[in-house]
């Protein structure tokens, strides 16, 4: 109702971003209904409009920041350190804005587990020169609402041995 009010653009724009982060910050159930958009689309969209009616006003550097908040990609994987020889290997995958991951599994040594251990900084590199036993991509669902969801894995039965899970996003 503030935005009907006529305000200079400044306490507009601003209103506008605070506005989209309400929407975000905000318990999602309250705005939960059936043929609304969620709060974070709807935040997007106010993002949008500040962005592009008050490009140079100062809320335009919150509208910004809140964008990338809501935009920001993330993933994260708990599992077990050990698992029983073939047997499915349980993963619990937490992610944001992703469609799809990548898991190659690698079998390695207990010499390449200890180096992989100690030099944490090359595993990428390391990990590039070696071929993976297993390659599969994972498609995950899209709720199109730029939250956190969680969803439950099962990696295929390894033999007895040591190895290594790698996720990724590319």
């Given at each position: 109702?503030?935005?009907?009010?006529?305000?200079?653009n400044?306490?507009?724009?601003?209103?506008?971003?605070?506005?989209?982060?309400?929407?975000?910050?905000?318990?999602?159930?309250?705005?939960?209904?059936?043929?609304?958009?969620?709060?974070?689309?709807?935040?997007?969209?106010?993002?949008?409009?500040?962005?592009?009616e008050?490009?140079?006003?100062?809320?335009?550097?919150?509208?910004?920041?809140?964008?990338?908040?809501?935009?920001?990609?993330?993933?994260?994987?708990?599992?077990?350190?050990?698992?029983?020889?073939?047997?499915?290997?349980?993963?619990?995958?937490?992610?944001?804005?992703?469609?799809?991951?990548?898991?190659?599994?690698?079998?390695?040594?207990?010499?390449?587990?200890?180096?992989?251990?100690?030099?944490?900084?090359?595993?990428?590199?390391?990990?590039?020169?070696?071929?993976?036993?297993?390659?599969?991509?994972?498609?995950?669902?899209?709720?199109?609402?730029h939250?956190?969801?969680?969803?439950?894995?099962?990696?295929?039965?390894?033999?007895?041995?040591?190895?290594?899970?790698?996720?990724?996003?590319?």
């Open positions: 109702q503030l935005l009907t009010l006529n305000p200079d400044s306490t507009k724009a601003l209103l506008l971003s605070d506005q989209a982060s309400f929407l975000v910050d905000s318990d999602q159930d309250l705005f939960a209904g059936e043929g609304k958009q969620h709060p974070a689309n709807e935040a997007l969209k106010i993002v949008e409009k500040c962005l592009k008050h490009p140079k006003s100062a809320a335009a550097c919150l509208a910004h920041n809140l964008k990338q908040r809501i935009l920001h990609k993330e993933l994260n994987i708990l599992g077990e350190q050990e698992a029983l020889p073939n047997r499915v290997v349980p993963v619990l995958i937490s992610y944001k804005n992703l469609q799809k991951i990548h898991l190659n599994i690698y079998k390695l040594t207990k010499t390449e587990i200890e180096h992989f251990k100690n030099h944490n900084d090359s595993l990428p590199e390391k990990l590039a020169a070696l071929k993976p036993i297993c390659a599969s991509e994972i498609k995950l669902p899209d709720f199109f609402d939250q956190l969801h969680t969803l439950h894995y099962e990696a295929k039965p390894l033999e007895s041995g040591l190895y290594l899970m790698a996720f990724s996003t590319k």
